[in-house]
């Protein structure tokens, strides 16, 4: 079962930081048992609204803790989780309703009005968490699961996950325990490989709806014992970025087109020799150690400390990677960031396959 890792880990490390979010301007933060108490009594709730294994549940919310609880929450019960976009329009929200006939909505206070109108007038049980609130669903207040609860198994369904729609109508792709868990195992291989298969701070902006961040963003860190913050808004992104030093961090290629842009910018109003010294730290970084001359490591050095460390302070000083996905990437552009030491692993998927190919 999907969630089964992170529930043992919250049995043995209930402590450790696990979510965050912005509560009125201060980050609050949600252990790993916190975490799990939430998902067991959202679980039991959606239990008593009838909800049984193989039910569907529409997650339609902001990025924030909740999601992700209410993600753990239908793992765990063996219902499938439809998640929807905050930018869904009412005909799109109706296309998901119609094709996957939805037992129970899940959705933000911010966001009811739209799924009221979404549903025309149907009747659905719901819950509907409002807005900075330092408790997980702290209204729903229920005992615990039946004890002989049947767990899923990894070839039951999990998700029904809309694509994006490119050649025509969105598709629903079914999404089993196991598909996800796989590719969840996959990514951890590369992560080893690259030695950061350990605990990462992980930054997370891109809509959880999306197949790419549900997993990468969301039951990757959680599977490697990772923290993960909600960024709710892109204005905020880079500030957020100095206050909580991510180590890890996905993103599609225009977040690093925009980026790459808006250094380009402000390294064009710079002196001359600072200019001069940019360039040759990109000239210098594109270069394989073993390529470097004498006299281009003594300079190599001077532009590590000079310009790359200032670079990477931009990005929180503790950036290890970020990761690329969604697109096609310029290499120019992952040229540019490699050469200021800044890494970008970049992926290739589709929806249907967890997505990460």
Not at 169 to 182: D, E, F, T
Request: hydrophobic share 45%; with cysteine.
């Amino acid at each position: 079962m999907l969630s089964v890792p992170f529930l043992q880990s919250a049995q043995t490390a209930p402590d450790l930081p696990c979510l965050w979010a912005q509560v009125l301007g201060d980050w609050h933060g949600f252990s790993r048992g916190e975490v799990a108490d939430a998902s067991l009594r959202l679980a039991q709730w959606l239990v008593e609204q009838g909800v049984e294994s193989g039910d569907r549940v529409l997650l339609l919310m902001e990025n924030r803790p909740e999601w992700a609880v209410a993600a753990i929450a239908v793992a765990r019960l063996g219902a499938v989780l439809v998640p929807a976009y905050v930018t869904h329009q009412d005909q799109e929200i109706r296309y998901l309703l119609d094709h996957t006939e939805p037992k129970v909505c899940i959705t933000s206070n911010e966001l009811d009005a739209r799924l009221s109108a979404a549903l025309a007038g149907q009747s659905m049980q719901r819950v509907i968490v409002e807005a900075q609130e330092k408790s997980l669903y702290p209204r729903i207040v229920t005992g615990t699961l039946d004890a002989n609860h049947p767990s899923p198994r990894g070839h039951q369904l999990y998700a029904l996950i809309a694509t994006s729609g490119t050649n025509g109508v969105p598709k629903i792709a079914m999404l089993s325990h196991r598909n996800v868990q796989s590719n969840v195992e996959s990514v951890c291989q590369v992560l080893d490989e690259a030695g950061l298969l350990m605990p990462q701070r992980f930054l997370s902006f891109l809509p959880l709806a999306h197949a790419y961040e549900h997993m990468a963003g969301l039951h990757l860190p959680l599977a490697i014992g990772g923290e993960i913050f909600y960024c709710d808004r892109l204005d905020r992104l880079a500030s957020d970025m100095q206050t909580i030093q991510p180590t890890l961090m996905t993103a599609v290629p225009r977040l690093y087109e925009l980026l790459y842009q808006k250094i380009q910018v402000q390294m064009a109003q710079e002196s001359a020799l600072k200019r001069s010294l940019f360039a040759k730290t990109l000239e210098l970084g594109a270069k394989l150690p073993s390529e470097l001359s004498f006299s281009e490591r003594a300079i190599n050095a001077l532009c590590e400390q000079l310009v790359r460390k200032k670079a990477r302070k931009r990005f929180g000083g503790q950036l290890r990677y970020f990761i690329s996905g969604g697109a096609a990437l310029n290499p120019e552009i992952a040229r540019f960031f490699t050469s200021l030491g800044i890494g970008i692993l970049q992926g290739y998927g589709q929806t249907e396959a967890s997505p990460v190919i």
